[in-house]
């Protein structure tokens, strides 16, 4: 009951244009409540960013906020506004990632339109920059691996997935990503998901990610794990280690403003450390969908917050 009232709560927040004006207004100032989560409203303020972690040897993936989108010509704006982006990460010398959700391309509109802008933005990547496919919820998943399996069977090198540990599918979904021998990103997931289709409980979750985590140690190529858990860095640390990998064989992924702590200490150790920087206008939307998709978003971001202050 409580996770349906507040999630309404959170989706209403986010649709409210007077709130949203607001939070523009105030959100992104120096010291304003987004700015420790969001890099800012423009590609200058995301390069700018970008460029302060890449001096302290961090490296970087942006993502341009504004998924879901409803006509053509906004998926298509969308898809030349990362070729844009792309340009101009590409001029500031800054060896970005970049991640996209196929959302944002027009998924929900038409996938062969979508497949067109995936296209046009990993043209526009060249080998300049790689691009990682966000997963979004399980509606999507099908979709989204037929679109990238697409891609990568034309040729395509630029270009790796997500993969959600929480989903029952995942076990075979990473099989078939393996078998291509593209690159995955391992995160937990955030979404809220019906039972019948993920893990309702954080233990069976975690007990998922660990054995997807070693099959990817094992099998995959170029492995990355998103992470904010110690004890799931600490078994990925171990398993790879046992497997002989070195340290820049694999990498971790944190968003931004989120453990900077276990940031700093595993970029301190050795370890290859990426940070995920959201950034655009549309940032208000998407930091209040986060917290209304799963109300422990919200716990998360207080308990990171104390951890770090301890």
Same mark, same amino acid.
């Given at each position: 009951m409580w996770d349906s009232l507040s999630r309404a709560v959170f989706f209403t927040l986010a649709r409210s244009s007077f709130l949203g004006r607001l939070a523009s207004r105030y959100g992104m100032r120096d010291g304003g409540f987004a700015r420790r989560f969001i890099a800012g409203e423009t590609v200058q303020d995301a390069i700018d960013t970008a460029c302060r972690l890449t001096e302290r040897g961090l490296h970087c993936t942006l993502n341009y906020l504004g998924e879901s989108v409803t006509s053509s010509a906004a998926a298509r704006a969308a898809a030349d506004a990362y070729a844009g982006i792309m340009r101009e990460v590409s001029d500031a010398g800054l060896p970005c990632q970049v991640s996209?959700?196929?959302? =944002?391309l027009g998924l929900a509109i038409d996938a062969a339109e979508c497949g067109a802008n995936l296209r046009h933005v990993l043209d526009a990547a060249g080998d300049r920059c790689f691009v990682r496919i966000d997963m979004e919820q399980s509606a999507w998943v099908d979709p989204t691996l037929d679109l990238f399996e697409g891609v990568w069977q034309d040729g395509y090198r630029n270009v790796g997935v997500v993969l959600q540990s929480y989903l029952y599918r995942t076990e075979s979904d990473l099989a078939r990503v393996n078998a291509l021998g593209a690159g995955v990103r391992l995160c937990k997931g955030a979404y809220s998901e019906d039972k019948t289709v993920a893990y309702p409980v954080k233990a069976d979750v975690n007990a998922a990610f660990v054995r997807l985590m070693r099959t990817l140690v094992r099998d995959g190529a170029h492995p990355a794990f998103a992470t904010h858990d110690p004890p799931m860095v600490d078994a990925t640390r171990a398993y790879a280690? /046992?497997?002989?990998? #070195?340290? /820049?064989? !694999? /990498? !971790?992924? %944190?968003?931004?403003?989120?453990?900077?702590?276990? =940031? #700093?200490?595993?970029?301190? =150790?050795?370890?290859? %450390?990426?940070?995920?920087?959201? !950034?655009?206008? =549309?940032?208000f939307p998407y930091f209040m969908r986060r917290l209304g998709e799963r109300p422990a978003n919200l716990l998360f971001i207080v308990r990171s917050l104390l951890h770090e202050r301890r």
């Open positions: 996209v959700k196929l959302t =944002q280690n /046992e497997r002989g990998l #070195t340290a /820049e064989a !694999f /990498e !971790f992924q %944190m968003l931004y403003g989120v453990r900077r702590d276990l =940031q #700093t200490a595993l970029h301190d =150790q050795g370890y290859r %450390m990426r940070i995920y920087l959201p !950034f655009g206008r =549309q940032w």
